[in-house]
Antibody, heavy 120, light 109 residues
């Protein structure tokens, strides 16, 4: 069965960087794109960007352009998201989500989420 | 950027009620609209893709409709496990980006 297992919670200081990983299993890793979505406390889901795990192409939301980097390691079946220059408002739960092949480009499987807390 | 607006933001309903949630896009998105359910402390779960297709394993009491700018998620007979927050998501924009609505919280009356 498809599983996405994310790395554990992080506490970072403003200005620092954080890297969250997502290990995939149960499907053909290189055949499906992976997205990152975050959710600040009490807020809506917010799309951050995605990576084509087949060729490494990435696209990021304008909001995070220049601060976010998504990478993929095929041998480890792991996608990572690094967010730099952290601010207090980056405190959120960060999710990886596998894109399905159905029309509408939905996210059919999600990781369990990783809480990133930015605190001085 | 395409904006997604859901209504209502929250609603109270009883078990067995028929519940309807609306989602409006700021411009036409054809049928590139997906619906998710999220329970507290959990990751979202895909319910409906491409506006009206039921994801495998999702109960048939959930249905979706609409095209263009206006979409609806309907729960035909609300069950205790359906109390959650529901989000719509568009994936139409070019270059392709994904945007979520603000969510609709379904609470027990």
């Amino acid at each position: 069965q498809v599983q996405l297992v994310q790395s554990g919670a992080e506490v970072k200081k403003p200005g620092a960087s954080v890297k969250v990983s997502c290990k995939a299993s149960g499907y053909s890793f290189n055949s499906y794109a992976m997205h990152w979505v975050r959710q600040a406390p009490g807020q809506r889901l917010e799309w951050m960007g995605w990576i084509n795990t087949g060729n490494g192409d990435t696209k990021y939301s304008h909001k995070f352009q220049g601060r976010v980097t998504i990478t993929s390691d095929t041998s480890a079946r792991t996608v990572s998201m690094e967010l730099s220059s952290l601010r207090f408002e980056d405190t959120a739960v960060y999710y990886c989500a596998k894109m399905g092949e159905a029309s509408g480009f939905p996210f059919d499987y999600w990781g369990q989420g990783t809480l990133v807390t930015v605190s001085s | 950027d395409i904006q997604m607006t859901q209504s209502p933001s929250s609603l109270s309903a009883s078990v067995g009620d028929r519940v309807t949630i609306s989602c409006r896009a700021s411009q036409t998105i054809s049928n590139y609209l997906n619906w998710y359910q999220q329970k507290p402390g959990k990751a979202p779960k895909l319910l409906i893709f491409a506006a009206s297709s039921l994801q495998s394993g999702v109960p048939s009491r959930f249905s979706g409709s609409g095209s263009g700018t206006d979409f609806t998620l309907t729960i035909s007979s609300l069950q205790p496990e359906d109390f959650a927050t529901y989000y719509c998501q568009q994936s139409y924009s070019a270059p392709r980006t994904w945007t979520f609505g603000q969510g609709t919280r379904v609470e027990i009356k």
